[in-house]
């Protein structure tokens, strides 16, 4: 059983002095509001609200902190950012979100890496891209296509390739990973549980599980033929 499933709430913090103080590795969720960032947290953890998004622009901006392993010693956090991208936030919510999440970020120094959520019919957006210049070379980032039931094997396949060009051009050589991914048609969701579980304990070996629906941007590999792509 995935390490995940243990995730339980630890603190909401406004600013940085409120996150975790022991050092242990964190793990950090970034994407645009409704991107199905919750969605995933949830199913990722095997839980049913660990994580639930906010529909409301100007709330505060805040990370939420999980914590995962044995109660009493906790290997590792998740991190949930807020969902960025509200048309209507007020300035000074987008502001509170560059601070607290940017510098998040670029300088925290447990951060071992990245997972950013985005809508498959959507890619990257030019948002998402800002985000990106945020995550540290250094920083091992996977993209999860989210909601691959939407489309189609082949427009699905499309958006995995054209998402890992841009990979590339962005990040070089850094670690990079993107992969499609369904809750509800629970796509992707053993490939990303064993990237998250290598990062927090790298020593392990890396538990992929799905069978071929994890990509890394040096190697794209077809997709598995049986998965079916209705709505
Ligand atoms: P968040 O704002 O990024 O936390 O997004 P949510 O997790 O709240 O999801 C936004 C909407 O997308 C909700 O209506 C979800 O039910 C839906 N959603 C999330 N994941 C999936 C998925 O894998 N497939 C489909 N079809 N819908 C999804």
Redesign the pocket.
């Known amino acids: 059983m995935s390490v995940l499933t243990t995730a339980r709430f630890v603190v909401t913090a406004v600013e940085p002095s409120q996150l975790p103080r022991d050092g242990l590795p964190e793990v950090a969720f970034v ?1 645009r ?8 947290i949830n199913v990722l953890c095997n839980r049913r609200r660990l994580a639930f ?1 906010s529909r409301t622009p100007g709330r505060t901006q805040a990370l939420n902190c999980f914590a995962v392993g044995p109660p009493e010693q906790p290997i590792g956090y998740l991190i949930d950012t807020p ?1 960025y991208g509200y048309a209507a936030a007020p300035l000074q919510v987008k502001r509170g979100w560059d601070q607290l999440a940017g510098q998040y970020l670029r300088q925290r120094q447990p951060l071992v890496g990245v997972v950013l ?1 985005a809508d498959v019919r959507r890619q990257l957006t030019e948002l998402d891209l800002r985000l990106l210049d945020w995550v540290p070379a250094s920083i091992p980032l996977a993209v999860a296509l ?2 691959a ?2 489309l189609n094997q082949a427009d699905r396949q499309r958006a995995l390739r054209d998402v890992l060009a841009r990979l590339r051009e962005l990040r070089g050589a850094a670690p990079t990973q993107a992969l499609l ?4 048609r629970r796509i992707g969701i053993e490939a990303l549980v064993g990237t998250i579980e290598h990062w927090l304990v790298p020593a392990d070996p890396v538990v992929t599980g799905g069978g071929g629906d994890a990509y890394d941007a040096d190697e794209p590999s077809p997709e598995k033929p049986s998965e079916r792509s209705d709505d």
């Open positions: 994407g509001s409704n991107a199905g960032k919750s969605t995933a998004s969902g959520l989210t909601k039931d939407k991914f369904s809750a509800t």
